[in-house]
């Protein structure tokens, strides 16, 4: 009933049954009592009848512009067998209708509450617009309302993809060096790489996800681990970009000071971002900026620049402002420990956003939840710019959509309901990772988003379309299961956990093609049978990676076989660039994939036999960074030549960088989300490798 799957196969074929105990666990996390056997009992037999007792589902998930069938539950004596329904169409406009019970379609019998109820399907023959509306059936004197969504067949794909193909440079926005920038790259660096990258051809900027992490906690730099994946990263806000400066000599004051600009000039250098100090930074001539705006706008009635961020708070309703909430509690309970950064170690009494301590709380610090409502804002208007001058290039912005958050974070706080913080995603035993993997990041709750018809799903997916052509959906796998695991067990003691598939596939074809939004799903590792199917079906773009794509021998696909609608690249941000994994130390495999690479190019007429020769001989000597040269325009040949909608080159693999940016399964061995770009942008715009890689797909 809660879908938890009994047994689960991993990547090898390998079946584990799942025991009782993590079932247990894993229904407690789901909010079912499970205490005893009479409470079980309980559960199953108010779970079963719910259904029944009522007329229509309180969500239903139907096809758009077409006929809809939509299963109605009435006990026998309900009325007088005439059934009515009416629609409201979302924003305007209503339909309405009849139809004979006894002539809708036979579904089956139950007994619940006492009485026995039939199902039937009725058929609405008016054929929907897409949308959200709203749904009224009335048989006699029982009458509901149900939220009917209506979802287009297929995603929206950028005319330049369905004629031909994109192509998109990929980076890590926080690595982006400048001159300018305060030791991380910022929008205003974004705007400049969109220009850069539009010269060399490209029609999309790929990124990291841009969500927001923990300004208490800012060494906690995982984009895949946010605090909430509702807004925006501040610290990618261009402090030197916000019109307050010019009305703050306080900050202006700051930043011409000897010590702050060493300071500025310190953090630009480093080899890594100093996540700490470059919040510090930012954040006091923020502070300053925010007095600014406060003095100058929101306290002169009819300012227009007020009016501009009072519709942006309105706009983003109680998920916005809990945020800002949440922000200010955890900076104050991180000033009296800085152990903690999160409401999982703050007094009981405020681990609820809707407790009477909180919102005492909040009525004393409005001015500190405001400042985090104006950073939420600048960082909107200044990725909106970088977006609108982007396109005007031709060039659009790819986000990325992570697949959970931080248990102890913003979206966990204040909507516990939605999200199941006993339990984390992961993911069983693969190649890459023998013993499984535990995220630590929980899941959100099947069962919460079908009560709330599916607002949090829809909430997310328009928040990380906003300002972007392409969006990337992490671990898409999990829209119809997701590995569970209980919070602080192995990733071995978990279990698939069913969500409703084809419901949120729906919802996220109908935002897709609202956006103007393409999809990318990362269908990497374990698969569900069938599953790579229905993203085809829905035009949602699969990722296909060189390094993956192999056959049984190790030997690599052709480039033709890649499907049309993908995402063709060389690896991901979990990967080692190119350079690395060919100059890597990966034992006797490694080296037998060398030789298969260069097999894989001659074929494909991607180099010519001196290059191949040289490769051959660097690949007997073990790989060698020297060959980068040769190896890098052949691959970009090899993956310019598939017939892939989208191709994603790696800003890496242009600069011949051999450093991954994450190493899964390690949090202080390596320097995660920490590295730069080996080049400033400024000598990007001059260098001739992201032309050469250019020109490569330009003549295909």
């Given amino acids: 009933m809660a879908g938890i799957q009994p047994a689960f196969c991993d990547y090898f074929g390998n079946e584990t049954r799942v025991s009782d105990a993590t079932k247990t666990a894993l229904l407690h996390a789901m909010g079912y009592d499970v205490s005893s056997e009479e409470r079980i009992a309980g559960t199953l037999r108010d779970a079963g009848d719910e259904p029944w007792l009522r007329v229509v589902p309180a969500v239903c998930v139907v096809p758009a512009a077409s006929a809809a069938e939509i299963e109605c539950s009435l006990a026998p004596d309900a009325g007088d067998g005439a059934l009515e329904w009416a629609i409201a169409y979302e924003g305007s406009g209503s339909v309405a209708g009849r139809t004979?019970?006894?002539?809708?379609?036979?579904?089956?019998?139950?007994?619940?509450?006492?009485?026995?109820?039939?199902?039937?399907?009725?058929?609405?023959?008016?054929?929907?617009?897409?949308?959200?509306?709203?749904?009224?059936?009335?048989?006699?004197?029982v009458a509901e309302d149900a939220t009917l969504i209506a979802v287009p067949p297929a995603c929206f794909i950028a005319p330049a993809m369905e004629q031909g193909r994109m192509w998109a440079l990929a980076t890590q926005l926080y690595a982006l060096r400048s001159h300018n920038n305060w030791g991380i790259g910022d929008f205003t660096d974004l705007a400049r790489l969109a220009m850069v990258a539009a010269h060399a051809g490209a029609q999309s900027i790929a990124l990291n996800p841009l969500h927001e992490l923990y300004p208490s906690n800012p060494r906690a730099a995982s984009p895949y681990a946010p605090s909430s994946r509702l807004f925006l990263n501040a610290l990618y806000i261009d402090v030197m970009a916000?019109?307050?400066?010019?009305?703050?000599?306080?900050?202006?004051?700051?930043?011409?000071?000897?010590?702050?600009?060493?300071?500025?000039?310190?953090?630009?250098?480093?080899?890594?971002?100093?996540?700490?100090?470059?919040?510090?930074?930012?954040?006091?001539?923020?502070?300053?900026?925010?007095?600014?705006?406060?003095?100058?706008?929101?306290?002169?009635?009819?300012?227009?620049?007020?009016?501009?961020?009072?519709?942006?708070?309105?706009?983003?309703?109680?998920?916005?402002?809990?945020?800002?909430?949440?922000?200010?509690?955890?900076?104050?309970?991180?000033?009296?420990?800085?152990?903690?950064?999160?409401?999982?170690?703050?007094?009981?009494?405020?681990?609820?956003?809707?407790?009477?301590?909180?919102?005492?709380?909040?009525?004393?610090?409005?001015?500190?939840?405001?400042?985090?409502?104006?950073?939420?804002?600048?960082?909107?208007?200044?990725?909106?710019?970088?977006?609108?001058?982007?396109?005007?290039?031709?060039?659009?912005?790819y986000r990325d959509l992570a697949v959970g958050v931080d248990r102890n974070g913003a979206d966990a706080w204040s909507d516990p309901g939605a999200i199941a913080v006993d339990a984390s995603l992961g993911a069983p035993p693969d190649p890459l990772n023998t013993n499984g993997q535990q995220w630590g990041l929980p899941p959100l709750s099947p069962r919460s988003l079908?009560?709330?018809?599916?607002?949090?799903?829809?909430?997310?997916?328009?928040?990380?379309?906003?300002?972007?052509?392409?969006?990337?959906?992490?671990?898409?796998?999990?829209?119809?299961?997701?590995?569970?695991?209980?919070?602080?067990?192995?990733?071995?003691?978990?279990?698939?956990?069913?969500?409703?598939?084809?419901?949120?596939?729906?919802?996220?074809?109908?935002?897709?093609?609202?956006?103007?939004?393409?999809?990318?799903?990362?269908?990497?590792?374990?698969?569900?049978?069938?599953?790579?199917?229905?993203?085809?079906?829905?035009?949602?773009?699969?990722?296909?990676?060189?390094?993956?794509?192999?056959?049984?021998?190790g030997s690599f696909r052709s480039s033709g076989s890649y499907p049309r609608v993908a995402a063709a690249s060389i690896g991901t941000h979990d990967l080692p660039p190119l350079l690395g994994w060919w100059s890597g130390d990966g034992g006797d495999e490694r080296r037998h994939a060398r030789f298969k690479l260069v097999d894989a190019l001659v074929s494909e007429g991607c180099i010519d036999d001196a290059g191949a020769y040289r490769l051959r001989e660097d690949a007997e000597a073990g790989g060698s960074v020297a060959a980068g040269d040769v190896l890098s325009p052949a691959v970009h040949r090899f993956l310019a030549r598939t017939p892939s909608m989208l191709a994603i080159v790696a800003i890496e693999d242009v600069l011949g960088e051999t450093e991954g940016v994450n190493v899964p399964g390690t949090v202080d061995e390596h320097p995660n989300w920490r590295r730069k770009r080996s080049l400033p942008l400024e000598a990007l715009a001059h260098d001739g490798r992201l032309f050469t890689i250019g020109s490569i797909f330009s003549r295909t």
């Fill in 242 to 397: 916000v019109p307050d400066l010019a009305e703050s000599p306080p900050a202006r004051a700051t930043i011409a000071e000897p010590d702050f600009a060493r300071r500025l000039q310190s953090l630009r250098e480093t080899e890594l971002v100093d996540y700490a100090r470059v919040a510090r930074a930012k954040h006091a001539i923020l502070a300053l900026l925010f007095e600014a705006f406060r003095a100058n706008h929101l306290e002169r009635p009819g300012d227009s620049r007020a009016a501009r961020f009072r519709a942006f708070v309105r706009a983003g309703g109680r998920d916005l402002d809990r945020l800002a909430l949440y922000e200010s509690l955890a900076e104050h309970f991180h000033a009296r420990d800085p152990r903690s950064y999160g409401w999982l170690h703050w007094p009981l009494e405020y681990r609820s956003p809707e407790s009477a301590e909180v919102e005492r709380f909040a009525r004393e610090h409005r001015e500190r939840i405001d400042f985090y409502l104006y950073l939420q804002w600048l960082a909107d208007e200044q990725l909106a710019r970088t977006a609108a001058a982007a396109q005007a290039h031709s060039l659009g912005l």
């Fill in 100 to 141: 004979a019970w006894s002539e809708a379609a036979w579904i089956g019998e139950r007994v619940a509450g006492g009485r026995r109820f039939e199902r039937r399907r009725v058929r609405i023959e008016t054929p929907l617009p897409p949308g959200y509306h709203r749904l009224t059936v009335r048989l006699g004197d």
């Fill in 450 to 553: 079908r009560e709330r018809a599916y607002a949090p799903f829809v909430a997310l997916l328009r928040a990380n379309m906003r300002h972007a052509g392409i969006l990337r959906i992490d671990h898409v796998m999990a829209l119809r299961r997701a590995f569970w695991i209980p919070h602080g067990r192995p990733a071995a003691e978990g279990a698939y956990v069913s969500y409703p598939f084809e419901d949120l596939m729906g919802i996220l074809v109908l935002e897709s093609v609202r956006n103007a939004c393409a999809v990318v799903g990362e269908d990497l590792g374990t698969v569900p049978e069938g599953f790579r199917d229905r993203l085809q079906a829905a035009r949602a773009l699969s990722s296909r990676l060189v390094y993956f794509e192999r056959e049984w021998d």
